[in-house]
């Protein structure tokens, strides 16, 4: 009987260990639309200045449409996202557990749904290290999250200088960017370069893909140069496909068809066809992110709407330079809880033209997947149209996205279906750490998001 015990205890300690994952992950099904950015900055990365004015702003949406007892927490990680040494108290001032009170109902949407919301730090949560950390959202038992999400919490002590080269190996000179970069760290005491300071660089704030474990090249007076050839180098891929949702009335260029069938709004996507093996033509994006917004929207009063942000949201097809939409992704602050709100759920039909089936399962990927092969976003091919199709249940907004094949990894293959181009544009993060000798965490001493040029 003992036996059996300890048995069917183990085992429910190894589900939960399997079950939570210190990475970007939504675990049950009714949760849908989680974002997780700078306040105010739609498309920015969860990474902000330790001690500064700015916060971190999370949402999601419960299609239960009920009330639940969200909770939260914090984990301090080290550099490769495993729990540090640090207890909880070290790194925070407040309290493990707090109850998330900030949700409402939707509003006018066929879709009925709960709307939730939390800034971090907030006065239940002030954390006061600098480094990596998973946010925890629960009901009961943290160890059996609804949602993990990664962010970072810099404390600047570097300067990070970086450039986009064209690569060293000419085999890719056509298809990959490389970053070289140079950090100075003459306010920072460094006692052994190559073993306290690491440095990992992100591409559109992915880290499936990220490049880590970057030690400096050499030291040049107080800096650091991380100039390698062919290391720091990245597919380029395409620029991402748009698809514009914020209408249920008026088709935008990526919609050919929108219908109301069993009180659902069904949009039907215009026909996707491979790019791999086409001409480069550079469209605009937001690198893989997406916005929620509904054109409408009716406006109410505590929705506090900038020109700027009319600007990049009312223009249907984002006919701006990528001057002009860099500048309004960094200065676009706003109250955006109504559009979550008014924002209502579609069903919207992809289509991608192939002349036969591709040897492994088309996915959909982007922010929106959390860059994962996610089953909800698997395509099937139907022999009779020459076409893969997967019906999608997305709230109405503007999203970046591609289609890519699972390699047997599980890891996507992004060269079949879209290929990759130089000139395509991508965001490149790099941060930092510095884990001085005896430390008993890895510290975010630097960060910057540096756009390729196009």
Known sequence: MLLTILVAGLSLVLNAQDKFQYQDKVYVDNIRTVQFHVTG????????????????????DDLDADSKYYRYSVIHCDRNWQPSQLDFTEYVNGFEGEEIETFDRSINTLVPFTHYSLVLPNADCE??????????????DPASPVIT?????????????????????????????????????????????????YAVVLQNGRWDNAIQGIRSKFERGHYLVFDYQDKIVFPAGLDFRNMDIRSTQYRSRDVFEIRRENNR??????ID?????????SDLDINGSFVIRSS???????????????KLYDNANLNLSQKEIDELKASTIIDITEYDLLSDYVDVLFTLKT???YDSDVFLLGAFTDWKLDEKFRMTYKREYGAYFADIPMKQGFYDYIYVLANSDGTPDETTIEGHWYEASNDYTILIYHTPFGARYDQL????????AR
Do not use: W
């Open 41 to 60: 900055l739609l498309t920015s990365y969860p990474i902000m200045q330790l001690g500064s004015e700015e916060a971190l702003y999370l949402s999601f």
């Open 127 to 140: 954390i006061t290290k600098s480094g990596n950390y998973l946010l925890v959202i629960y009901i009961e």
């Open 149 to 197: 999400r990664r962010f970072m919490l810099v404390d600047s002590r570097v300067a990070i200088h970086a450039s986009l080269q064209r690569p060293a190996n000419v085999s890719r000179i056509t298809t990959h960017q490389e970053i070289d970069f140079e950090v100075s760290a003459e306010y920072l005491r460094v006692l052994d370069v190559k073993n306290d300071i």
């Open 265 to 270: 709004i069904r949009i039907v996507a215009e």
């Open 273 to 281: 066809e491979p790019r791999s093996t086409k001409r480069y033509l």
């Open 296 to 310: 409408e929207d009716r406006k109410y009063g505590s929705v506090k709407e900038s020109q700027e942000h009319s």
């Open 355 to 357: 002349d036969a089936p």
């Open 445 to 452: 001493v630097g960060a910057v998001t540096m756009p390729s």
